[in-house]
């Protein structure tokens, strides 16, 4: 029987990358966002390939997250697979410049987001004695970069509950993979610069980065390995980037 994902920020960037990769190996989709457009187009797309129903909440308010997983249909109910990918950077400032709002919208929707998700979908799992999580860190869940704390400390949280989850979820026959993206050209750099396309741009300039596909395949090899294996975690990098501020550029 096909399985049945939740992928959240699938309108966009690298979850919409894994909407499509996961459409193409049959996999059902339940797409998550808080753009219902976006969300209707694409469940119109990869509808004709696999079974697929759209749920538009924001990650950072508990009671949408629960009401709006427990408004599945019950065919939809049974969640193999578990993709937290909401998420953002806001800002990019020395801590003592630190935008409270940025602060709160990052730890909010990356760090607690990512658990109420996770509590809305992990006891259902929990019942059926299967179930595979796949969280998106980062490599600023690695190693902190200057005037970017907040993001870092948000994503090493996200290491954090991956090994967590691990540990307390191995047992009841669930996988955790954390995956950790070097730089993906997606919206991310738009929105951490509120709109700025030319400063977006230049995080990208003079390399070649990786682009949201790129993540999504990982993210499909993770899922599709044999029962008896768990890949718990992987590091992509640029080929031209050796850690998240060395970028050689040409
Ligand atoms: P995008 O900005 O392209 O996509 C972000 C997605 O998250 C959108 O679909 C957005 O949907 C959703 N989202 C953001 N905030 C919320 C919220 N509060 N509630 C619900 N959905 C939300 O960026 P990426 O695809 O690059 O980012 C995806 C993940 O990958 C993030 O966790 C990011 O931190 C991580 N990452 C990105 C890297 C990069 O270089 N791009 C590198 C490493 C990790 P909508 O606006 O419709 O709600
Ligand atoms: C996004 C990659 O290096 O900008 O998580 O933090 S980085």
Redesign the pocket.
């Known amino acids: 029987m096909s399985r049945i994902a939740l992928i959240?920020?699938?309108?966009?960037?690298?979850?919409k990358a894994t909407a499509f990769a996961f459409a193409n190996a049959g996999i059902n989709l339940i797409l998550c966002?808080?753009?219902q457009e976006?969300l209707t187009e694409l469940a119109d797309v990869l509808g004709k390939q696999v079974k697929t129903t759209t749920l538009l909440f924001?990650?950072?308010d508990s009671a949408e997250v629960a009401k709006a997983i427990a408004s599945l249909p019950t065919d939809f109910q049974s969640i193999d697979i578990l993709v937290n990918?909401?998420?953002?950077?806001h800002g990019m400032s020395p801590i003592q410049d630190g935008d409270l709002r940025d602060w709160d919208a990052m730890m909010d929707?990356?760090v607690k987001?990512l658990l109420y998700v996770s509590k809305a979908v992990i006891a259902g799992m929990i019942e059926r004695g299967k179930g595979h999580i796949v969280n998106?860190s980062?490599v600023a869940g690695k190693q902190t970069y200057a005037n970017g704390a907040v993001y870092c400390a948000s994503k090493k949280a996200v290491e954090a509950i991956s090994e967590g989850m691990r540990l307390d979820l191995t047992q009841h026959g669930i996988k955790i993979t954390n995956i950790a993206?070097?730089?993906?050209e997606?919206?991310?750099s738009l929105?951490r610069f509120k709109g700025d396309e030319s400063r977006a741009a230049k995080v990208y300039e003079g390399f070649e980065p990786l682009r949201?596909e790129d993540i999504a395949d990982t993210i499909l090899y993770a899922v599709m390995a044999p029962a008896h294996v768990t890949i718990a975690d992987i590091t992509i990098y640029a080929a031209a980037q050796a850690a998240p501020t060395t970028v050689y550029r040409k």
């Open positions: 959240t920020g699938a309108t966009s960037g690298i979850g966002g808080r753009r976006r924001d990650v950072r990918n909401a998420g953002n950077a929707g990356n987001g998106i980062s993206p070097g730089a993906v997606t919206e991310f929105v949201a």
